[in-house]
């Protein structure tokens, strides 16, 4: 977990309370959940989670900002529940730092979701086994958003960390061109195109936009899997 100085400490302190009083919001020092904590510790060594393993991030170190944020916003459901979203915010924020420098053991993750197989570490089958937890309480429309923004979540840290070898371009075509993987390239171009796109202020603009930016990829992707399908027959 990343650690911070008394002054980094301090300094975040007063930007919220500054946020706060603008706010007109007056913050109150709520106690620790220790019940709850306890719970999650319970689930974990039921569920298998190694807590403690010298060397490694462990799960127990998040334990704290899940409790943390379920018993003040969550406050109002059930105990059972309560205890598995403290540990499905647990496990993401475990998931943000522990593959942060090294995201590729991520990238089996979708597959071995889907096939049901185990995955790389027993922390990431834990997670699963938390969302399919969550997936049997609610609904089925809340029950598909929170898998598939799990999976989203996945996808953004590898994509992140393929940006974050990529030079600094000045367009965002040439920073396209400059990626191995045509199908990466169609995959950025998508997600943007569906996150502004539903925007009625944004919509004309993308249209002319992409339209533009597309063609090259497209044709390429398009040649790319001839090519490929020519090979294999």
Known sequence: MTSYSTVEKESFRQTIHNLLQGCHVSPRRASFDHDLHQLCLNKCQRDGVPLDVEGEVTVKEYLAPGVIMVSTAYAHIPRQLQTIIALYVTFTIWIDDRFAANPEPLASFGARFVRGEAQVEKGL??????????????????ANLICTASLNFMTAMLVEDGLKKQPVRSSFTMALW??????????????????????????????????????????????????????SV
Not at 180 to 193: F, S
Not at 195 to 219: E, N
């Open 178 to 231: 400059d990626l191995n993987d045509v199908r990466q390239q169609m995959c950025i171009i998508g997600h943007l195109q569906h996150i502004f796109g539903t925007s009625p202020v944004h919509a004309k603009r993308l249209r002319c936009s992409f339209s533009r930016q597309i063609s090259p990829f497209c044709c390429s992707f398009g040649q790319e899997h001839v090519s490929e399908h020519s090979e």
């Open 125 to 142: 089958d834990a997670w699963v086994k938390v969302i399919k937890e969550l997936m049997e309480i609610y609904p089925a429309a809340q």
